[in-house]
């Protein structure tokens, strides 16, 4: 199926793509969908897994650690290391 078939993926928020990716998971693991069924929502439940992954990565990139003094106290943040 065509990427663009799935454009409206790409304004999902987290929470609304992993709701979504994890009924399409439940209903194959079913195995009670048609073939054709069943391709179709698998291709959709990949263009969900890349949008839950693209998000994380956002996500992780945003994530700042804190830095610690010697008795363990709070100093400041600093950008996490994206390696």
């Given at each position: 199926m065509p990427e663009?078939?799935?454009?409206?993926?790409?304004?999902?928020p987290f929470e609304r793509a992993i709701e979504e990716l994890e009924s399409i998971v439940k209903r194959l693991e079913e195995g009670k969908v048609p073939l054709e069924e069943s391709v179709a929502?698998?291709?959709?439940?990949?263009?969900l897994k890349r949008r839950c992954e693209e998000l994380?990565?956002?996500?992780?990139?945003?994530?700042?650690k804190i830095t610690l003094d010697a008795a363990g106290k709070p100093?400041?943040?600093?950008?996490?290391?994206?390696?």
């Open positions: 663009e078939t799935h454009s409206d993926v790409k304004r999902l929502i698998y291709e959709r439940g990949e263009a994380l990565r956002q996500a992780e990139a945003r994530v700042e100093t400041g943040t600093e950008p996490l290391d994206v390696s």
